[in-house]
């Protein structure tokens, strides 16, 4: 049996029916066409279906559709507004931090969050903020370059 | 049926491309690039950081079904029996295939054969995770209600799954189709031995005999697996008339449409494969798994089929690499000259034939010049996925081993172990051990400017050590077709069939721009389907940028030929007196001074009066891809207690002949090293008695996260390939080779312990230590 549910993506109020059984992700992807979280592990391992829930970074596989009911979700397609692209997704181009890109966007919600929480972090803050996402690609020297570069930036 | 199908393997035919056959146009030492060697940002780059580029898994057709593979929990069973009459029965499921709807239309090529086998298993399943059933249902739930209501009757055989195991007398026979090939007279009982191979050249024994210090060690590698984050996934849909679509993550969509086509029965130009957006492949999406069964069932069906792979099955079922076990024997004398080197390397295929021991025994010694040189390599059966390329594939494992002996000689001899290499590095002239002479190569280069890096000296701290080590890869080139077509606004469209893994797009963009002499953002690259463009080869062995750009060039200048025609007939002046200069036709001689150049922007405008589109197209089987080199320095710090160990400081020093982007060429070198970095210490394949893969998954399969890994310094040298226009050599998979043996030899250099075993998990450091402890 289908659940009713009410809630909120990118600042858009969105009510959508899911079993309840059905992760946030596949919610997210099969049903509201919001493709730009990644299934790469299912299981939370790999952090490319990081969204944020309320703020907090959630591994969207590992959170049930159902229970988004009342909460404010964003996602990496809800991180520009318009034309003007957040800080993060600027330096991450131009850093080249992202050679094949799959696991971009949940590195972009999750240093989001962590530049909220704190936003002038080390070195060693910054890997340890993002260690539950994993790239295979770039080594995570550029990637966490463009955080560093981000950072600035967003400390103005 | 295309004969390229019968390329099973990538690197097949890599060995007849390692030596400069082809000296297209030697620009050497060529210095005034505008666009060349700048860092502009990636044509893909904004779609990646919004989430609107579709990967595999991103895309769906109207009234497509959700296709599951059913995978056998046995690692050797006979299929003595496939029910699948009750989950045909249950509503929603729309079709059901096993081998049977598999007909076989490979003819005798037994490559294929295999991968047939591969992607369902025929009578015998022979790994844990291999396909045995597939079902299409409307959604999820029902097509996984229908596996469990398909009954396979199996008859359990014996299994073996290690390397070593699987070559000892009784062990249990994995592919009875395979006699060892190689060996003469051939064999006329099967065995677990599918090839022996040799190579080298000179008196082995005779070099030993001179030698004033030898050094042998036997080392073992585990299984890894290419790690890509993005799962396999593929969208199918074959019509009744015959035709069929295919939207699929892979990183050739050219050799994917042959394969699938001849696995189905279908012409080739029958079924149009588009690549989607590819979250990592590293040579793990190269074989065709799930497309074929994908294809089967949506014929069917008659409706579309997406299937993508769950992390657990990419584990079991795809990648990955050979697990090995290799000896390792070379002497010197005193002086430091090498006057022997011999190697046995022993690697595993999974239960099909493969030639990973013949690339361990071709790159094993490559760096170095040697006059006594012998490899015998032999390819291991065993109940375990079919091996599948992994980043220069089999050269870690050798470098591992003979790097980890050449740092033990160095030091018993009383040399420094880079001035020993230097010593010994091989040099343009050199006849490498698998062959070929070599022309103008970088291995002395990065060596020297090893030397000389302040990583090099460097202080260190307690229970810390430093390593060093040399890569080679032989990078190669094949088949690439390129079309350039020009708008009636001038800018330029630039088609590839070359899938972009890692920025190529960008890269490829920046020749033909510089070639064409207009600014990189005139010029968008896009990747075409098989229905748009000739024929390409994969994305691998290096080639994506260095194939497609020596294309992209040869198409620009064929474009400019067309832009030179235009601009006569413009001015009704004859074609010779017309040059191509700075992106603008100019006319030559002083009869002309008052005809202003005209760009190409201008040509394109007056197209349709001047004879219609203005395009330049190009087929070629890219020739000469330049041999690589690199030399890694890593610090190592470990800690006594918990085996532990943490990579304080990385540096890699590759030759690029000509870095068309540098940024994506330090991420190749970044990318790689982490890879390796992973692979010695951490990450393996653990099997259990009963044959089943105990951690497949990212919790328990564990490759390095961002915490673990510090900066990764790179050093690019340019030592230009003569064999390309602009001197670019392939830059991708050099930077894997090295790590395993320059951690390995840091871990030596802290504790004065040599390590013979990868990955250097905690576990067996400590083992180590301990031993070490002991003696």
Same mark, same amino acid.
């Given at each position: 049996?289908?659940?009713?549910?009410?809630?909120?993506?990118?600042?858009?109020?969105?009510?959508?029916?899911?079993?309840?059984?059905?992760?946030?992700?596949?919610?997210?992807?099969?049903?509201?066409?919001?493709?730009?979280?990644?299934?790469?592990?299912?299981?939370?391992?790999?952090?490319?279906?990081?969204?944020?829930?309320?703020?907090?970074?959630?591994?969207?596989?590992?959170?049930?559709?159902?229970?988004?009911?009342?909460?404010?979700?964003?996602?990496?397609?809800?991180?520009?507004?318009?034309?003007?692209?957040?800080?993060?997704?600027?330096?991450?181009?131009?850093?080249?931090?992202?050679?094949?890109?799959?696991?971009?966007?949940?590195?972009?919600?999750?240093?989001?969050?962590?530049?909220?929480?704190?936003?002038?972090?080390?070195?060693?803050?910054?890997?340890?903020?993002?260690?539950?996402?994993?790239?295979?690609?770039?080594?995570?020297?550029?990637?966490?370059?463009?955080?560093?570069?981000?950072?600035?930036?967003?400390?103005? | 049926?295309?004969?390229?199908?019968?390329?099973?393997?990538?690197?097949? #035919?890599?060995?007849?491309?390692?030596?400069?056959?082809?000296?297209?146009?030697?620009?050497?030492?060529?210095?005034?690039?505008?666009?060349? %060697?700048?860092?502009?940002?990636?044509?893909?780059?904004?779609?990646?950081?919004?989430?609107?580029?579709?990967?595999?898994?991103?895309?769906?057709?109207?009234?497509?079904?959700?296709?599951?593979?059913?995978?056998?929990?046995?690692?050797?069973?006979?299929?003595?029996?496939?029910?699948?009459?009750? !989950?045909?029965?249950?509503?929603?499921?729309?079709?059901?295939?096993?081998?049977? #709807?598999?007909?076989?239309?490979?003819?005798?090529?037994?490559?294929?054969?295999?991968?047939?086998?591969?992607?369902?298993?025929?009578?015998?399943?022979?790994?844990?995770?291999?396909?045995?059933?597939?079902?299409?249902?409307?959604?999820?739930?029902?097509?996984?209600?229908?596996?469990?209501?398909?009954?396979?009757?199996?008859?359990?055989?014996?299994?073996?799954?290690?390397?070593?195991? !699987?070559? +000892?007398?009784?062990?249990?026979?994995?592919?009875?189709?395979?006699?060892?090939?190689?060996?003469?007279?051939?064999?006329?009982?099967?065995?677990?031995?599918?090839?022996?191979?040799?190579? %080298?050249?000179?008196?082995?024994?005779?070099?030993?005999?001179?030698?004033?210090?030898?050094?042998?060690?036997?080392?073992?590698?585990?299984?890894?697996?290419?790690?890509?984050?993005?799962?396999?996934?593929?969208?199918?849909?074959?019509?009744?008339?015959?035709?069929?679509?295919?939207?699929?993550?892979?990183?050739?969509?050219?050799?994917?449409?042959?394969?699938?086509?001849?696995?189905?029965?279908?012409? =080739?130009?029958?079924?149009?494969?588009?690549?989607?957006?590819?979250?990592?492949?590293?040579? %793990?999406?190269?074989?065709?798994?799930?497309?074929?069964?994908?294809?089967?069932?949506?014929?069917?069906?008659?409706?579309?089929?997406?299937?993508?792979?769950?992390?657990?099955?990419?584990?079991?079922?795809?990648? /990955?690499?050979?697990?090995?076990?290799?000896? =390792?024997?070379?002497?010197?004398?005193?002086?430091?000259?090498?006057?022997?080197?011999?190697?046995?390397?022993?690697?595993?295929?999974?239960?099909?034939?493969?030639?990973?021991?013949?690339?361990?025994?071709?790159?094993?010694?490559?760096?170095?010049?040697?006059?006594?040189?012998?490899?015998?390599?032999?390819?291991?059966?065993?109940?375990?996925?079919?091996?599948?390329?992994?980043?220069?594939?089999?050269?870690?494992?050798?470098?591992?081993?003979?790097?980890? =002996?050449?740092?033990?000689?160095?030091?018993?001899?009383?040399?420094?172990?880079?001035?020993?290499?230097?010593?010994?590095?091989?040099?343009?002239?050199? +006849?490498?051990?698998?062959?070929?002479?070599?022309?103008?190569?970088?291995?002395?280069?990065?060596?020297?400017?090893?030397?000389?890096?302040?990583?090099?000296?460097?202080?260190?701290?307690?229970?810390?050590?430093?390593?060093?080590?040399?890569?080679?890869?032989?990078?190669?080139?094949?088949?690439?077709?390129? #079309?350039?077509?020009?708008?009636?606004?001038?800018?330029?469209?630039?088609?590839?069939?070359?899938?972009?893994?890692?920025?190529?797009? !960008?890269?490829?963009?920046?020749? =033909?721009?510089?070639?064409?002499?207009?600014?990189?953002?005139?010029?968008?690259?896009?990747?075409? #389907?098989?229905?748009?463009?000739?024929?390409?080869?994969?994305?691998?062995?290096?080639?994506?940028?260095?194939?497609?750009?020596?294309?992209?060039?040869?198409?620009?200048?064929?474009?400019?030929?067309?832009?030179?025609?235009?601009?006569?007939?413009?001015?009704?002046?004859?074609?010779?007196?017309?040059?191509?200069?700075?992106?603008?036709?100019?006319?030559?001689?002083? +009869?002309?001074?008052?005809?202003?150049?005209?760009?190409?922007?201008?040509?394109?405008?007056?197209?349709?009066?001047?004879?219609?589109?203005?395009?330049?197209?190009?087929?070629?089987?890219?020739?000469?891809?330049?041999?690589?080199?690199?030399?890694?320095?890593?610090?190592?710090?470990?800690?006594?207690?918990?085996?532990?160990?943490?990579?304080?400081?990385?540096?890699?020093?590759?030759?690029?002949?000509?870095?068309?982007?540098?940024?994506?060429?330090?991420?190749?070198?970044?990318?790689?090293?982490?890879?390796?970095?992973?692979?010695?210490?951490?990450?393996?394949?653990?099997?259990?008695?009963?044959?089943?893969?105990?951690?497949?998954?990212?919790?328990?399969?564990?490759?390095?996260?961002?915490?673990?890994? /510090?900066?990764?310094?790179?050093?690019?040298?340019?030592?230009?390939?003569?064999?390309?226009?602009?001197?670019?050599?392939?830059?991708?998979?050099?930077?894997?080779?090295? /790590?395993?043996?320059?951690?390995?030899?840091?871990?030596?250099?802290?504790?004065?312990?040599?390590?013979?075993?990868?990955?250097?998990?905690?576990?067996?450091?400590?083992?180590?230590?301990?031993?070490?402890?002991?003696?």
């Amino acid at each position: 049996m289908a659940v009713l549910v009410s809630t909120t993506i990118n600042g858009d109020n969105v009510e959508f029916a899911c079993d309840p059984h059905e992760s946030l992700l596949d919610v997210l992807r099969n049903r509201l066409g919001l493709t730009g979280a990644k299934e790469g592990c299912g299981t939370g391992d790999c952090g490319s279906c990081s969204v944020q829930v309320d703020g907090r970074v959630v591994c969207a596989c590992l959170m049930l559709g159902v229970e988004a009911e009342g909460h404010e979700i964003e996602t990496v397609e809800g991180m520009s507004h318009g034309v003007e692209l957040h800080p993060l997704q600027t330096k991450f181009i131009e850093h080249a931090a992202l050679q094949c890109g799959v696991c971009t966007p949940g590195f972009l919600m999750a240093a989001k969050a962590l530049l909220e929480k704190n936003p002038d972090p080390t070195e060693e803050e910054i890997r340890f903020g993002l260690a539950g996402n994993l790239c295979r690609c770039t080594g995570y020297d550029k990637i966490v370059r463009a955080v560093q570069d981000a950072a600035k930036v967003m400390r103005g | 049926m295309a004969s390229e199908s019968t390329m099973a393997h990538p690197f097949e #035919d890599a060995p007849n491309h390692v030596t400069p056959t082809v000296i297209h146009d030697p620009v050497l030492a060529r210095t005034d690039f505008k666009s060349v %060697g700048t860092r502009p940002l990636r044509p893909d780059g904004l779609d990646k950081v919004t989430g609107r580029a579709r990967y595999g898994a991103d895309f769906s057709m109207p009234g497509q079904l959700v296709g599951l593979v059913l995978r056998s929990p046995h690692a050797h069973a006979r299929i003595r029996k496939i029910d699948t009459s009750k !989950a045909e029965k249950l509503p929603g499921v729309k079709a059901i295939v096993t081998a049977a #709807d598999l007909p076989d239309h490979t003819g005798g090529d037994q490559s294929m054969y295999d991968i047939l086998e591969n992607c369902m298993a025929r009578g015998v399943a022979k790994y844990d995770g291999h396909a045995v059933a597939a079902v299409a249902a409307v959604d999820a739930p029902t097509a996984r209600k229908a596996l469990k209501l398909i009954k396979v009757d199996y008859e359990v055989l014996p299994h073996v799954t290690d390397v070593d195991e !699987a070559v +000892k007398p009784g062990a249990p026979l994995v592919n009875p189709r395979l006699l060892t090939e190689g060996v003469e007279p051939r064999p006329t009982k099967p065995s677990n031995i599918a090839k022996r191979t040799e190579f %080298g050249h000179g008196d082995v024994d005779a070099g030993f005999k001179q030698a004033d210090v030898i050094v042998t060690r036997s080392f073992r590698t585990e299984q890894t697996h290419q790690g890509y984050i993005e799962p396999h996934a593929c969208v199918a849909s074959v019509s009744p008339d015959g035709t069929g679509e295919l939207w699929v993550c892979t990183q050739g969509h050219f050799v994917y449409r042959n394969h699938c086509a001849m696995l189905l029965g279908m012409d =080739v130009s029958r079924l149009r494969v588009t690549s989607s957006e590819i979250g990592g492949g590293f040579g %793990g999406k190269t074989h065709v798994w799930a497309e074929p069964v994908a294809l089967a069932l949506s014929r069917k069906a008659n409706r579309p089929v997406k299937i993508t792979m769950t992390r657990d099955e990419v584990f079991r079922a795809s990648g /990955p690499t050979s697990a090995t076990s290799i000896d =390792v024997r070379i002497g010197a004398r005193k002086d430091g000259t090498i006057v022997a080197a011999d190697a046995t390397l022993r690697f595993s295929c999974g239960p099909y034939y493969g030639m990973w021991a013949e690339l361990g025994s071709m790159t094993a010694f490559a760096c170095y010049d040697l006059k006594n040189v012998r490899t015998v390599g032999y390819e291991v059966l065993v109940n375990r996925p079919k091996t599948a390329a992994y980043r220069a594939p089999s050269a870690p494992m050798a470098a591992f081993a003979v790097e980890s =002996v050449m740092d033990e000689l160095a030091h018993k001899i009383g040399m420094n172990e880079v001035d020993f290499r230097i010593k010994n590095a091989a040099r343009q002239g050199t +006849k490498a051990s698998y062959g070929p002479v070599y022309g103008p190569i970088g291995i002395g280069a990065t060596l020297e400017a090893a030397k000389k890096h302040p990583h090099m000296s460097a202080p260190l701290g307690k229970n810390q050590g430093r390593g060093m080590a040399c890569g080679f890869w032989f990078n190669f080139g094949g088949q690439t077709c390129t #079309d350039i077509n020009v708008g009636p606004d001038g800018s330029v469209t630039l088609t590839v069939g070359t899938v972009d893994v890692g920025g190529s797009r !960008a890269s490829i963009a920046l020749c =033909v721009a510089e070639e064409l002499g207009v600014s990189y953002e005139q010029v968008k690259c896009i990747v075409a #389907d098989t229905g748009s463009l000739g024929h390409n080869d994969m994305t691998d062995g290096s080639r994506g940028t260095f194939s497609s750009s020596m294309a992209g060039i040869f198409a620009a200048r064929n474009a400019i030929t067309v832009l030179r025609e235009r601009a006569a007939r413009m001015w009704e002046i004859p074609v010779d007196d017309v040059k191509w200069e700075d992106g603008h036709a100019k006319a030559v001689g002083e +009869k002309y001074g008052n005809l202003a150049p005209l760009s190409l922007k201008e040509i394109a405008a007056a197209a349709v009066n001047t004879g219609g589109p203005i395009a330049g197209h190009s087929e070629i089987v890219a020739d000469g891809a330049g041999v690589s080199f690199a030399t890694h320095i890593a610090d190592v710090e470990v800690d006594p207690e918990t085996g532990r160990s943490k990579i304080l400081r990385y540096t890699v020093i590759q030759d690029a002949g000509k870095a068309v982007h540098p940024a994506y060429v330090e991420g190749q070198y970044q990318g790689g090293a982490a890879q390796g970095i992973g692979w010695a210490l951490n990450e393996e394949y653990i099997y259990g008695k009963d044959g089943r893969l105990q951690n497949a998954g990212f919790l328990d399969y564990r490759i390095p996260v961002c915490s673990d890994l /510090p900066m990764i310094d790179t050093q690019i040298l340019e030592i230009p390939n003569p064999n390309h226009p602009y001197g670019v050599r392939g830059v991708g998979e050099t930077s894997i080779v090295p /790590p395993l043996a320059a951690i390995a030899n840091a871990m030596s250099n802290a504790f004065g312990v040599r390590m013979t075993h990868v990955p250097m998990s905690p576990p067996r450091v400590l083992k180590a230590l301990e031993a070490a402890k002991k003696a």
